[in-house]
Each structure stands twice: as structure tokens, then as C-alpha cells.
């Protein structure tokens, strides 16, 4: 066991080698000077002895978070290239980037929204950029805004679950991106209801209060749309036979004009070509 190094008295730089290579965080019971190959060989064995380097360079918290991404937050001075190899040993290590508003974050944030979530400091700017890409990211949005609710539900209506605070003008905009956000509306009025059928009629099973205004509404877009519906009365019955049945009547006669269209088109174009024979 390496960390036995800590009951030997005398110690020479052989002893501290053979330590740290079976355990890296022996580096700290080294009282000889630490010279830059017994750091290394520590924090290869074990990123997290970095805690224990007295005086550390690049290239030392690099091999440390290469081998533990985790080792970043005991890196004093990070830069981008460092944090981008913690980062890619895994990714909750962005809880350890000390400055948040740099390029790097921004970039991490682009190619992986849910690294919003170990971000301890969220700087609006980031979040903007997390939200325009994925507006479920608000799911890992700590301080949300007015603003950002906005643009998290116009880009994934279904956002609108992890609203903290809902009012009538965000789940309006909910709804029309998509329908089906409905079942996240807290408190539902008739205007909502419609906004919601209208942009999708599967919507409808979400309606708590029906009415034959809404049923209808989806009826006309599908009639499975009556699958949905509480109180299936004659009336709304009678209205779905009769709408889907004159769809039906008029795409049957839009499919014969077509062809009849074509046929007369065929015939114009056989008389052309007979009489430039001729």
C-alpha cells in the first residue's frame, strides 16, 4: 500500500517513487523536495494527488485530468485546453470550471445542452444558447426569466413542464408550437384549449372541460379526432359523419377532375405532335 509512506521516517526518492506508483496520493507524505517526474508519475496513477503538487504547470494538471476528469477542481490556474480534457473524461466535471463565461463553456453548451446542468454559475448568455437549441434544456436552468420561458416554449412548446411560474401569454405561445402541451397548462381556459386543437387535434384528450366548439374544432382535422371526446352526443355524431363524408365527396371529385386533366392534357399533346408530322 503506497500510503504506508506516511509511517516511514526515512525517506529517500527511490522509497517516494515506488510509493506513488502504487498510490498516487502518497505524494502527499513526500517531505523530500518534489521534482517534476515524482508529480507526474502521481497524478498519472491517481489525478486526484494534484491536491498534493506544491508547484503545478500545464502539462502536470493535464496528465491529472486525463486520468481523472474530476482532478479539475483542483487545478489553480485553468485554461481551455485543460477544462476541454476534463470535460471529455466526463462531463459533470463542469461543475469544477471556475469561469463559466468563457468561449469553452459556450462551446460545451453548443454541442451538449445538458451541460447546463453542472454549471454552478449560469450566466444568461449561456443558457440562451442551451434554450435556442433544446428548449427542454430549461429543465437544468436554475434562475429562470421571463425571457427565457419564452424562448424555451417558441422552440419545444412541451418546455413548458418546467415552467416554475406559468401565466396566461407562455402557455398561450406553449401550445401553438405544440398542442399536446396542453396536459402541462396548470390552469386551462377555453382561448388556451383552442390554440391547443387547432395546432393539434390529438390535443383534445387533454381538454379537462369540453365543449362541442373544441370538439368540433378537432373533429374537422381528423375524425379520430372523436376517440378524444367525453360526452360523444348525436350531435357530434352527426357532425363528423356529415364533414368527413363531403371531404371524402370532394376528394373523390378532385381525383377525377385530375384525371380527366391529364387525359385531355395526353390528348393536346398526341394532336400536337400528329399535325407537326403532317
Known sequence: NGLALRYVINKTEALCKLAIQRHGCALEYVNIPQT?????????????????????????CKLAVQQN??????????????????????????????????EFCKMIVKQCVEALHYLKHQPSEICEIAIRKNGLALQYIIHQTSQICRLAVQQNGLALQYVKKQCL?????????????????KKQTPEICKYAVQQNW??????NVQNNDICKLAIQQDKRAMQYVK??????????????????TLCKLISHILQYSIIVIIACVLWYIFYSVL
Open 231 to 248: 360526452n360523444k352526443t348525436n350531435e357530434l355524431r352527426a357532425f363528423s359523419q356529415e364533414h368527413h363524408g363531403i371531404m371524402q
Open 169 to 185: 401569454w407562455i402557455c398561450r405561445l406553449a401550445v401553438q408550437q405544440n398542442g399536446l402541451a396542453l396536459q402541462y397548462v
Open 36 to 60: 517534476e517526474e515524482i508529480c507526474k508519475l502521481a497524478v498519472q496513477q491517481n489525478g486526484y494527488a494534484l491536491e498534493f503538487v506544491i508547484v503545478q504547470n500545464d502539462e502536470i
Open 69 to 102: 476528469g474530476n482532478a479539475l477542481k483542483f487545478v489553480i490556474v485553468q485554461n481551455d485546453e485543460i477544462c476541454k480534457l476534463a470535460v471529455q473524461k466526463n462531463l459533470s466535471t463542469l461543475r469544477h470550471v471556475k469561469t463559466p463565461n468563457s
Open 202 to 207: 390529438r390535443a383534445l384528450q387533454f381538454v
